[in-house]
């Protein structure tokens, strides 16, 4: 009995010690992995900071290999931030010479972040279409927008609502399940966007601004995770909300970055910067989210696209 004792412990000691060195390693391998790409930036041509040669610039500079701009979709209502409908044309142009001239320093692609709202007839002159929710009644969008302030928020789910705000977050997460059904598109941008004003709200009152963790707000994020989940989008984890000081967490949450590392469902990194500096914001930070939920992470462009085309 005792030399079993002692082989059990022996045994024991040596499968913990081989799996703090294959640990380490397999840590230390994935940390050294840079990731080096981003497809989701803006420039002046929508509500961007800077041009989108002074991203180029700056991403060959800071060593990245690939540089996606995705400036948001024509929406008639909002002038402010997305292109104008004279502008597209413009935009494509752009940023196919800066391909062009810069093709022996990083490969540039040519994407959208394609709003529910917007029309999709011209989707297919783009290398990458990313889909987004910013706002729950098409016929209203300012006063229905669930990301803009909290005033705009308040407005929306009083008028349209009936002050449920549950009730909003249901309808915003109705319209994130059928972005790939009315978009095809490639890439799920911020999945949770509608909680973009908890952290200062709790901060503030001790409350969110809306109850993520609501049974009610779980049954639709569920729900609209399962119906994508069917399909061949990659779901981005966005760093958007950080860099500008709203979140200490990236898009989307915990909780749904269990549900897609459970289904090994991909998953694309982007800082959704509005200014060169933030063009890998919160990457390494958030690399440690990749390595904890064991996602699936992209970083190749003909990943991307073979996504789309397996679909087929």
Not at 179 to 184: E, R
């Amino acid at each position: 009995m005792k030399y079993i004792i002692i082989a059990l412990c022996v045994a024991a000691f040596i499968y913990t010690a081989l799996m703090i060195v294959f640990g380490y390693k397999r840590t230390k391998k994935f940390f050294n992995n840079k990731v080096t790409t981003n497809y989701h930036t803006h420039t002046t041509f929508c509500d961007g900071k800077n041009s989108p040669e002074e991203y180029v610039q700056k991403a060959i500079d800071s060593g990245m290999t690939v540089l996606g701009f995705s400036a948001h979709s024509h929406l008639p209502t909002e002038p402010e931030w997305t292109l104008s409908k004279e502008g597209e044309e413009e935009y494509r142009k752009t940023v196919l010479e800066l391909k062009e001239k810069y093709k022996d320093r990083i490969d540039i692609r040519l994407g959208i972040e394609q709003d529910y709202w917007s029309d999709t007839s011209d989707l297919k002159a783009y290398d990458y279409v990313i889909g987004a929710v910013h706002s729950v009644n098409g016929e209203d969008t300012t006063w229905s927008s669930i990301d803009y302030t909290h005033e705009n928020f308040l407005y929306g789910v009083e008028h349209y609502f009936n002050n449920d705000r549950i009730a909003a977050a249901e309808r915003y997460f109705e319209l994130v399940s059928n972005l790939y059904d009315k978009t095809k598109c490639d890439i799920i941008a911020h999945f949770d966007l509608i909680t973009i004003f908890n952290e200062k709200e709790i901060e503030e009152t001790g409350k969110p601004f809306v109850d993520s963790e609501a049974p009610r707000f779980i049954a639709a994020e569920r729900k609209a995770l399962e119906r994508l989940a069917k399909t061949p989008v990659i779901f981005e984890i966005n760093t958007g909300g950080m860099s500008r000081g709203r979140m200490t967490h990236p898009y989307p949450s915990d909780r749904v970055l269990e549900f897609l590392g459970e289904r090994q469902i991909p998953v694309i990194l982007s800082s959704d910067a509005h200014k060169t500096e933030d063009l890998t914001y919160g990457f390494d930070e958030v690399l440690r989210l990749v390595e904890k939920f064991n996602l699936n992470l992209i970083t190749d462009y003909k990943d991307v696209r073979n996504r789309q085309e397996e679909s087929k």
